[in-house]
């Protein structure tokens, strides 16, 4: 079959630019027809067109011939529990412990719910379930995940609802026919640091580099023989679910033949890494979705952009700027996938604009002790971060404020500040210490409701063609 569903972009993609954009992965395709998964041949081949083709045992001849309508297959494939963006597996460096992470929509939650149905995990097909979890809103969020953790050992998971009687096996202990074992290899997410990150399972066998890795093992740690090419950082001894692991975090600088040989014995490749940057606009980031709040977004790549092959959008919504950047259309949950990079932008209908209001406190006072490390002087000189203890006069030109959480919460300034006077009071400490004047004009504030005090000043000036630049700003801004 020349088309498959491409279940890592969420689209119904032709074997050639699947090919073009390096889609070789495990478990990505899927048969339009009879949704089994299929996989990517022929690639490099001189007498066969690239196709997609089930595995042994698993051919159909109706699947074979089938074209079918491409929107009637995207709408069907949307609408199916994608595997791939709704299980995944999680090691924590925090608590060392192992979850599954599981994401529903707000509809599939609805339905879950409606129907009592479970989310089930067991070490076998056929035993009780280790993990049952009700499905309910007040449980699961929508499109954000829930990590559970797994509290035994297997080298198989299977994962299913109690409504429907599908399994799903995973792997994420790795072992082979003859009880060879393998070290599992885990993505380190960007947003941890050395002590505390979570890193997601590398479900395929390629691996990229300049990429962090946490290499798992389930047996006895041997020292890596890599030499060159490659950043090793500590061992990680940990036990859980009863029995003892080890880790090492790694990032492949480079490719060797040391290296290649290495993983290849562990049935893994090496391949130089892609990058993916999303410039704008700036979104909120939920689990690894980012949520934009525009028409479109800008991205760079270290790829060209490929419609249905990399991106899930069409050729006309896609505009190359040069660079490696280009503009994408948003009119959807849009999906960019290439090798290591990965973008899933969501529109901005599926966030809240509710927000709590934080009021900003202001007080007067000469001398100021910052009370944590969250204050900032403000004077002539800039601005400078104040330390917890640490204690400052203040003056006319100079304010201090105060931050909790990243937020603006209290501003202190001087008790004769220019701020903190107004009116006739105000205007005469801009006359006694601010000279610059400038030319008077009545239209400047015709559409402005004067005080006594602005009025008077105003015909003032109007008899002698200027006014005091600073008390021109005030007046304007209504504290005078």
Known sequence: MRKAYDTMLSDYVDADTAAQSGGFESYRYECACCWEEVRLC?????????????????NNVEC??????????????????????????????????????????????????????????????????????????SRFLPDASELIPISEFSWEYYVSYSNDPKQRKYEVFRKDGRGCLYPSFFKIKADGDDNNFLAKLVRSETLYTNTPYLIVFTHQYHTLSFQNGVNVGEVINFRTME????????????????????LEAWKYKLEANETLTLLWPPSSQVDESMFIGAECAYIF?????????????????????????????????????????????????????????????????????????????????????????????????????????????????????????????????????YKRTEAFSWSDYDSLELSSVAFEYIEFCKKTGSINSAAKQFIEEGYI
């Open 42 to 58: 022929a690639a490099d081949s001189r007498n066969q067109a690239t196709h997609f083709r089930h595995h042994s045992g698993n």
């Open 64 to 137: 074979e011939n089938y074209f079918g309508n491409r929107n009637a297959i995207i709408s069907n494939g949307l609408s199916r529990k994608n595997v791939r963006d709704k299980i995944e597996f999680y090691f924590s460096n925090t608590t060392k412990m192992f979850s599954i992470g599981v994401k529903f929509s707000a509809e599939e939650i609805a339905s879950f719910e409606q129907s009592g149905a479970c989310f089930q995990v067991r070490n076998a097909s056929s035993i009780k379930p280790v993990i049952s979890i009700l499905i309910s809103g």
């Open 243 to 262: 029995r003892n692991f080890a880790g090492v975090v790694v990032t492949f600088t480079n490719k060797t033949a040391e290296i290649e040989q290495q």
């Open 301 to 433: 790549s270290s790829f060209d952009m490929q419609a249905h092959g990399n991106i899930n959008v069409h050729s006309e919504d896609i505009v190359r700027l040069g660079d490696g950047i280009s503009k994408i259309s948003i009119k959807g949950r849009t999906k960019v996938y290439k090798k290591n990079a990965e973008l899933l932008l969501d529109n901005h209908e599926g966030t809240t604009d509710e927000y709590d209001v934080i009021s900003v406190a202001h007080q007067a006072s000469k001398n100021y002790v910052a009370p944590d490390n969250g204050a900032y002087l403000f004077n002539r000189c800039g601005v400078s971060l104040m330390s917890k203890g640490m204690s400052t006069s203040l003056t006319i030109e100079s304010e201090v404020r105060h931050y909790s959480f990243g937020y603006l919460d209290r501003i202190i300034t001087a008790p004769n500040s220019a701020k903190a006077m107004v009116g006739k009071c105000l205007l005469h400490d801009i006359l006694i210490h």
